[in-house]
């Protein structure tokens, strides 16, 4: 599964947008780019996740871009409860193995 | 839905002991996953099992620790005998199917002495 490069840490104000970066440029053509995210003692969460087109749920959205070596995952309207570690995976070709890498730590603030 | 379940949320046990942790996942969910996760080494997936046949265990550290699961709503992690650098929390996720979508549980903390 190809490496990805988030950065270490991230602020965010209460109310805005989170735009998260996650760099993948050995993705393959037929891995995904998943995103999770894990609160302080708590389980990962998965988010979202896309191929090539840029996706939305109700919880996030995911811009990957047309070379897809890079993708953001965007939080809108990011709350205190959005602090976490947000992780960006590449895979799942292999029966949907996921390698967690370090993550970016979202600190959002009031 | 409940979500994936494990139990016990926490296990305090002295070196030498053996140590069993078990999952309940999603129902319906044919695919499980045992992940570690520590400070030094982040999240690690330990095992992976498809229709309760084990498929991938490369994640497994030694002979110390196994795994079973023998019907679809069951699962053990199993360390015997526990050693103090097993401390950590173990997770596990459940999916649909091969390829899906994880969901994890609350995870179980495990601290040996």
């Known amino acids: 599964d190809a490496k990805t490069t988030q950065p270490t840490s991230m602020d965010c104000a209460e109310g805005r947008a989170a735009n998260l970066p996650c760099n993948h440029s050995?993705?393959?053509?037929?891995?995904?780019v998943y995103w999770y995210r894990q609160i302080h003692s708590q389980g990962p969460q998965y988010i979202i996740h896309?191929?090539?087109n840029n996706e939305t749920n109700e919880m996030a959205s995911l811009i990957i871009t047309e070379d897809r070596k890079s993708s953001t995952l965007i939080l809108p309207h990011a709350t205190l409860r959005d602090t976490a570690v947000y992780y960006c995976?590449?895979?799942?070709?292999?029966?949907?193995?996921?390698?967690f890498g370090q993550g970016t730590i979202l600190t959002v603030h009031p | 839905d409940a979500g994936v379940i494990q139990s016990p949320r926490h296990e305090v046990t002295e070196m030498g002991q053996e140590v069993t942790l078990r999952c309940k996942p999603i129902?319906?969910?044919?695919?499980l996953f045992w992940y570690r996760q520590t400070m030094m080494r982040g999240l690690e997936l330990l095992i992976y099992?498809?229709?309760?046949?084990?498929?991938?265990d490369s994640g497994m550290p030694e002979d110390r620790f196994s795994a079973k699961m023998p019907n679809a709503s069951f699962s053990t992690l199993k360390i015997q005998p526990s050693e103090p650098r097993d401390s950590a929390v173990y997770f596990c996720?459940?999916?649909?199917?091969?390829?899906?979508?994880?969901?994890f549980g609350p995870g179980t903390r495990l601290l040996v002495l």
């Open positions: 129902s319906g969910h044919n695919s």
């Open positions: 995976i590449v895979g799942g070709t292999s029966y949907g193995k996921l390698t």
């Open positions: 896309g191929l090539k």
């Open positions: 050995t993705i393959s053509g037929n891995e995904y």
């Open positions: 099992f498809n229709n309760n046949v084990p498929i991938d």
């Open positions: 996720a459940s999916s649909r199917g091969s390829g899906e979508t994880q969901y």
